[in-house]
C-alpha cells in the first residue's frame, strides 16, 4: 500500500508535470489596438478638426509570433480602405532577447525604414491584481515612464517567452494586453494559437540601408528640427510605443 508520503510525492510530481506540458513557448496572437484620436491628439486642434467624432476610435490588427529565442510582430494584412491611416503607426518589431537586438521596419512619410537597435529597458513593477484575457488568466505589472505617464500590460506566465505588441518585452512571460493610463492606447489579444512558427519567419528582409535608431533621429532632426510639426512626429514614432 502506498504510503501518504509517497502519495503526496506522486501527486506533487504530477501537477508539477501537468504545469510544466501547460506552458506555451511559441504561438501566432492576434491583438486588437484601439486608438482614441480625441485622446491622441487633445493637444493638437489642427488635427482634431480633421477627424469626425464617430471615427474617433481606430482599431487596427497586428499579429506576434512567438518562439524562446525571437518574436516577430507585425501589422496583420488588409485589403480593405482604411481610415486616417495617418494618424497612427504599423511597426513590424523583430526582437531577439539572446542578443539583446531588435530590428524594426517603420513607414514614415511614405517612406519604409529599416533600423537596428538594443532592446528597450523597463523597469516593471508586477502587481497582484489579475484579468483574463484570450482564455488566459494575467498578471497586472505597471511601467512607471517618468512622474505623470504610466503603463499597464497584462502578461501570463502560462505563455512563457518574453515578448508583447510592439517592443515591448521584460516580464516572465508574454504580454497579452497593454494600455497607457487614460485608455487612450490599447493593445488586447484577442486569439491565441499555439504552433511553432517557421524559423524564416525571423529573418527581416534585406535593405540596403539600414539605421541605427540614433542614426535616423539624428538625421531627421537635421532635416526637420526647425518645424513646430516635427517634435510631435518624432514623439509618434520614437516614445513609448
Known sequence: MMTFKKLFFVLFLFSFIVKFEAQ???AKITYERKTNLYKKFKSKDYVLRWIKEEDKIKIDYFELFITDSCSVFRPQE???KENYSWTTSKNTVYQYPDQNKRYLIKTMWGE???LTDTLRKREWHVTESTRKIAGYVCRKAIWHVNDSTRIHAWFSYDI?????PESFNGLPGTILGIANEDGGIVYFAKKIEILK???KLFVPPKKKKIYTVTELIAELTKQYG???WFKDNL???F???
Open 112 to 114: 519604409e525604414l529599416h
Open 239 to 241: 516614445g513609448i510605443w
Open 235 to 237: 514623439e509618434m514614432n
Open 78 to 80: 488588409n485589403e480593405l
Open 197 to 199: 512558427p517557421e524559423a
Open 24 to 26: 506555451i513557448t511559441s
Open 160 to 164: 512563457t517567452p518574453s515578448a508583447g
Open 226 to 228: 526647425y518645424e513646430e
